[in-house]
């Protein structure tokens, strides 16, 4: 189904659509839109599916152990010595 509506652009917008079209890389005004509008709904559900992963890992990690600063700061500590041996630095 199409809908039909009415849209306002900037001038340079309106420039840049047209010179899409005038170059051949799309049929019309319209097509230029529907593919913008395309676009953002695929990086707006990108962005969502991100976010709600970053919300299980959050939800995750707090029901996990704490670790304190200074105890991390150790962990790390050991950690580059370790890496460090390891290479004969």
Not at 39 to 67: C, I, P, Q, S, Y
Not at 74 to 83: E, N
Request: charged share 40%; proline share 1%.
């Amino acid at each position: 189904m199409t809908v039909k509506s009415s849209i306002s652009l900037t001038d340079e917008q309106d420039a840049f659509v047209r010179a899409l079209v005038e170059e051949g890389r799309y049929a019309s005004v319209s097509a230029v839109l529907q593919q913008g509008l395309e676009l953002l709904r695929l990086k707006t559900e990108g962005e969502n599916l991100e976010l709600e992963a970053l919300r299980k890992l959050l939800k995750k990690r707090r029901r996990g152990e704490f670790v304190s600063g200074p105890e991390m700061k150790r962990r790390i500590d050991a950690m580059a010595d370790r890496k460090r041996r390891a290479r004969g630095v």
